[in-house]
Nanobody
Framework: QVQLVEHGGDSVQPGASLYLSCQAS????????MAWYRQAPGTQRELVAT???????RHTEIAKGRFTISRDNGKNTVYLRMDNLKPEDTAVYLC???????????????WGKGTQVTVSS
């Protein structure tokens, strides 16, 4: 079995910074692209950023200039550094990873359960 567990969510004031992490564990042969998404109440889940195994990153318009995605392949962990947080960043932040559990399997998307980020004065 594979698990993804996020950490780092908190309630902060506008302008603050947070550092989220998400670690994959279990039967893992290989991890491809890892990503952060977010979902606010009553809205659709939206992509924040992605990072490949080779550390090629892509930040969507949500993240550009304020958020930075990174990963540590040795720790099966993806991070999201968030600076200058705004009330509109309030959401559950979830990570996703493309994981092969054996060398014979195709990659499957696994999701974490999310960590709450609340930005309010």
């Amino acid at each position: 079995q594979v698990q993804l567990v996020e950490h780092g969510g908190d309630s902060v004031q506008p302008g603050a910074s947070l550092y989220l992490s998400c670690q994959a564990s279990g039967q893992i042969f290989d991890i491809g692209t890892m990503a952060w998404y977010r979902q606010a109440p009553g809205t659709q889940r939206e992509l924040v950023a992605t990072v490949t195994r080779e550390h090629n990153v892509r930040h969507t318009e949500i993240a550009k200039g304020r958020f930075t995605i990174s990963r540590d392949n040795g720790k099966n962990t993806v991070y999201l550094r968030m600076d200058n947080l705004k009330p509109e960043d309030t959401a559950v932040y979830l990570c996703k990873a493309e994981i092969r559990t054996t060398q014979f399997d195709n990659a499957v998307d696994y999701w974490g359960k999310g960590t709450q980020v609340t930005v309010s004065s």
